[in-house]
């Protein structure tokens, strides 16, 4: 605005001014909260890392179990997860489909996000009464070890809601104009105050509600850019209140229940263990090793990425720490040998959905929690599953690689030997968490922590040292990606709940049992089934949601459950870095920096090449239970 329409509009200048004074506040506001949220998340977190580790040591070193640890582990986990769904909230990286809102106009665009957002404030604020309730009846409980009150529990859910809300309402004051907010923020009040005011008018349409809430409700919720694990929450939240008269304390109860399973804590264990692998530079000695070995060959670096893939796989557990770890060190190499840059991403992302079943996946540790299925029997079983999708790509591979360059340089035994010794310290950890879980050595937990401890001393000697300030950033990172992870978990649990309290739960069971073909039937239709969800719901919200529904009827069937696990993440994977819609695929082409529109046809055959051997793996259960 020039001087002379300052002049004219003087309340226009004022009123940008107090705009921007708004704004400095609330960033000040933002930050001051943020750091207080991670600073005191990242703690709890190390606190955690050692009190397992002094567990770990009590047990094995000095043969004096300690029992209240694993009590006191678990509300701790429960606090930094609650603190980590708030943190993921300020830094905008929880799951959500952005695909359709990707290829709407600017505007259209806004309006549907406010909308999102406006859908989020409700749901949170209609958390805080039944919360506090919850708090107010639990507080009589005590933990049977140290004697926490249960309020303490609760409490960490109400302050991560409060926190939530206050993050989600300086996002929108950033992105709308003062009347804009207001009038969002008026429409969510009233909304609201109305959801108090409706009795369940919808009890007497039975199942249609099902239809309504969980199926359009939560599909229309995705699309319009509402996170997935919101949208559940959201959709369960008016299918409590318009369809039943159950309190809401139940959902909150839910929440809570499924944040502190303590096999639930391996999750974030794993993700710092991969961050960390990451940081040291482990990760790129396998793979520097690996290239000294078969990269000289045509299509040598491709091979390089199935393995590298296979190995890191072991380690972090996570696909993103997985391409992160391997795109940016192969992509520019593959490309100098004359890889197309499609082929790169697309290599990528389906070598990534084919190591999913590599132990210690966390989808693998996260079906065995909510299921019941031994996740030693997951860690065994998925071995050999991974190794044929890992050749059916190799297969790919080879015939796609023919007209490619092979490397310049001719294998130097001198260069193996010395990228081997380099080498030999990350190649032994994927052996020891292996051995170790698979054996009955220790839980998945405690290798957890073994390989925390292993990687912080071999890792400070290779690389001379981990700054403070690095290990708060890795501290911070594991505490944000395991909040977004944790609180699909919690609210697709909720959601999953509810659908059992219907009746839904036996109705699919059912339906799945009496497909034609029986066994064959169930599998094909299952594979099918979980490429969609996990196209469109992402991985972990279809295995909280259909999982404990369905692997007890493949059990009515015959299926082995290590096998029904196998054959549903496999197709998962399939979906989840599949175009257009799969997530994962989108994160491979921003890791290879390649146009997913680039890459998109090159993922057909690799594409195939796996569902080929997801067949196979449904065809010839030896595959999986063979080792058990």
């Given at each position: 605005m020039d001087t002379a329409?300052?002049?004219?509009?003087?309340?226009?200048?004022?009123?940008?001014?107090?705009r921007t004074s708004i704004g400095r506040v609330l960033d000040r506001v933002e930050r001051v909260l943020g750091f207080a949220v991670d600073a005191t998340a990242a703690v709890l977190l190390l606190i955690d890392i050692v009190l397992l580790a002094w567990a770990v040591t009590a047990r094995?070193?000095?043969?004096?179990?300690?029992?209240?640890i694993e009590e006191l582990a678990a509300l701790i986990f429960l606090w930094f997860g609650m603190l980590g769904v708030a943190s993921a909230l300020r830094r905008g990286i929880h799951m959500r489909l952005s695909f359709i809102l990707s290829r709407m106009a600017a505007e259209r665009r806004t309006r549907f996000e406010t909308v999102a957002n406006v859908i989020l404030l409700i749901f949170l604020a209609k958390l805080v009464r039944p919360t506090l309730e919850l708090i107010e009846l639990n507080h009589i409980i005590t933990s049977p070890n140290l004697g926490i009150p249960g309020s303490v529990a609760p409490t960490a859910t109400a302050i991560s809601v409060v926190l939530m809300t206050v993050f989600l309402l300086i996002r929108m004051w950033r992105a709308m104009t003062p009347a804009a907010f207001a009038l969002s923020l008026g429409t969510a009040v009233v909304v609201g105050v109305a959801l108090e005011l409706t009795p369940p008018f919808m009890m007497?349409?039975?199942?249609?509600?099902?239809?309504?809430f969980f199926g359009i409700g939560v599909m229309a919720l995705i699309a319009i850019g509402v996170p997935i694990a919101f949208s559940f929450g959201t959709a369960t939240l008016f299918y409590f209140l318009l369809t039943t008269?159950?309190?809401?304390?139940?959902?909150?109860?839910?929440?809570?229940?499924?944040?502190?399973?303590?096999?639930?804590?391996?999750?974030?264990?794993?993700?710092?263990?991969?961050?960390q692998i990451q940081y040291t530079g482990m990760a790129k000695s396998m793979i520097d090793f690996v290239a000294a070995l078969i990269g000289n060959a045509r299509g040598g670096l491709s091979y390089v990425m199935l393995c590298a893939m296979y190995l890191v796989s072991g380690i972090s557990g996570a696909k993103a720490a997985d391409m992160a770890a391997i795109g940016p060190i192969l992509s520019p190499a593959m490309k100098d040998r004359g890889v197309k840059e499609g082929d790169i991403a697309a290599l990528l992302a389906v070598s990534a959905a084919a190591a999913e079943t590599i132990p210690p996946s966390l989808v693998l540790i996260i079906i065995g929690?909510?299921?019941?299925?031994?996740?030693?029997?997951?860690?065994?079983?998925?071995?050999v599953p991974a190794v044929v999708c890992m050749l059916a790509l190799a297969a790919v591979v080879f015939i796609r690689s023919r007209g490619e360059r092979r490397g310049t340089a001719k294998r130097d035994m001198r260069v193996i030997g010395k990228t081997f010794i380099v080498a030999i310290p990350a190649l032994a950890l994927p052996l020891i968490i292996r051995a170790a879980v698979l054996e009955g050595v220790a839980t998945a937990t405690e290798v957890a922590v073994i390989g925390i401890a292993y990687v912080a001393v071999v890792g400070t000697v290779m690389m001379r040292g981990i700054s403070l300030r690095r290990m708060a950033?890795?501290?911070?990172?594991?505490?944000?990606?395991?909040?977004?992870?944790?609180?699909?978990?919690?609210?697709?649990?909720?959601?999953?709940?509810?659908?059992?309290?219907?009746?839904?739960?036996?109705?699919?069971?059912?339906?799945?049992?009496?497909l034609p073909g029986g066994k064959a039937g169930f599998l094909i239709v299952s594979i099918i089934a979980f490429i969609v969800f996990g196209s469109i719901l992402e991985g972990i919200p279809a295995?909280?949601?259909?999982?404990?529904?369905?692997?007890?009827?493949?059990?009515?069937?015959?299926?082995?459950?290590?096998?029904?696990a196998m054959v549903v993440l496999l197709s998962m994977g399939l979906g989840l870095f599949s175009p257009p819609f799969g997530y994962g695929y989108y994160t491979a082409c921003a890791v290879a920096r390649v146009s997913p529109d680039e890459a998109m046809w090159n993922m057909v055959p690799y594409l195939a090449a796996l569902f080929l051997a997801i067949v196979i793996i449904a065809i010839f259960p030896w595959l999986s239970i063979g080792f058990l």
């Open positions: 329409d300052a002049q004219a509009n003087p309340h226009v200048l004022a009123s940008g001014d107090q094995y070193v000095l043969n004096v179990p300690v029992t209240w007497d349409l039975g199942n249609i509600n099902l239809v309504i008269d159950l309190p809401l304390m139940v959902i909150v109860g839910r929440i809570n229940e499924g944040m502190s399973h303590f096999i639930l804590l391996t999750i974030p264990l794993f993700i710092f263990l991969g961050i929690s909510v299921t019941g299925i031994s996740i030693a029997a997951l860690f065994v079983g998925g071995l950033e890795m501290l911070v990172e594991t505490i944000a990606m395991s909040g977004a992870i944790m609180i699909i978990i919690a609210l697709a649990g909720a959601m999953s709940w509810a659908l059992t309290q219907s009746g839904f739960a036996q109705t699919l069971v059912d339906f799945m049992t009496n295995i909280v949601l259909f999982g404990p529904l369905l692997v007890p009827a493949a059990q009515s069937l015959g299926v082995h459950p290590v096998q029904y």
